[in-house]
């Protein structure tokens, strides 16, 4: 994640110039209303999900005009979404996640979409985790589409089988695994150079270690008693260890080139978000077939979140009750979440919807995700957008994928960095 979009308090200065520009009428060149999406949503699984959803949106009276922004963290989506936002033509509806709803919303860009979510009994529907995210000041301005879990290991069946390996359970067992796998003259680890995805997997590294309470007090509070805590120092040498057995720094590819290499058994392990099943279905892949999907090591009580929501900016709509009411019951509409998180890789925002033709891997995560509720185990991905505000969150993704790759960095310079950062964070307002 190497973007730096500006802030979106910035955005407050500007707001008479978009509202002025926004109340321009808009030209009607289709008798159907036109609805213009904003995502990131590239790769061949993404795509595929993504094509289901502009089936449904075409068949439900409207026309979808795809705005896909390249980048799979989103934080180019960002860029761009608020570059649109400032000159007064934002799309009609785009893609946001976490903190970054309640942002867009204080600053009154997003549609309120509490009548459509009475009528409809969002809130019966819906995680608690979902009500946080996608509600600003007790009114739903989102609507969540999916519940992704980030803390998955995904291994080529055919490596582990060829060289007789357990799947590992712990970082100790990992590393154990990886250096056997390495000596056999096959990559241990899947993994590009996007910075995102090597903060990731500290983030698994956190929760695999030392559990979800320091996870939430060190990657969601900046706490600055853990951050300086013993937990970190070991989770960050753990983190060292990883880089000196992957190697240098890894080839300069995006994480769908990284998923294929696993596909094929280039690589025997990865660790990312369960977005690599629709990856990996796309190419023709089953799991426990080709593959095995496991919670990365130590996070079997854990969970770690991410959802994609949706916002309506529809006051740059020609149409905009039709097109809000219209989205609104499209999104949450059952059969469609059903169809779409099925190819995306997730499970489906709503928890009423039947699972009935999900693979075993989102069977298990169903399981893991209501095992972590029951148990106070479900932490939002810093990483992936759901914990702290978009300058934080890059701040951190940089500092670690630096020192996974700079072996002069030392834990303590990142545990003072970290500190610096908590201490900018107070000091925005957050």
Known sequence: MTFNPLPLFCLGFIMAVVNAQASTPLSQQHTQPEVEVLHWWTSKGEQRAAAALKQAVNNNGMVWKDFAVRGGGGESAMTVLQARAIAGNPPTMAQIEGPAIEAWARLGFLTDLESIAQQQQWQQSLPDIALKV?????????IPLT?????WMWLNKQVFTQLNLAVPHTWPEFMHTAAIIKQAGITPLAIGHEPW???MIFEMMSLGLHGAEHYRQLLVELNPDAITSTKTLASLKMFRQLAQLVGPKQNIQEWPQVTSDLAQGKAAMQLLGDWVKGELSALGYQADVDYLCAPAPGTQDGFIYNMDSFVLFSQNSAHPQQ??????????????????????GSLPARQDVDLTGFDSCSLKAKQAFDKAKANNNLVPSLIDS??????????IIQLLHRYFY??????????????NIQKRLGQDGF
């Open 147 to 151: 519940l992704h879990r980030i803390n």
């Open 134 to 142: 996608n509600r600003y000041r007790g009114h739903f301005v989102a």
């Open 386 to 395: 759901m914990a702290l505000p978009e300058q934080q969150q890059n701040e």
């Open 197 to 199: 995805q090597v903060a």
């Open 406 to 419: 700079q072996s002069e960095i030392t834990p303590e310079q990142v545990v003072q960095q970290l500190l």
């Open 323 to 344: 097109v809000s009411q219209t989205m609104a019951n499209l999104l949450m509409d059952k059969t469609l979440q059903s169809q779409f998180n099925q190819l995306k």
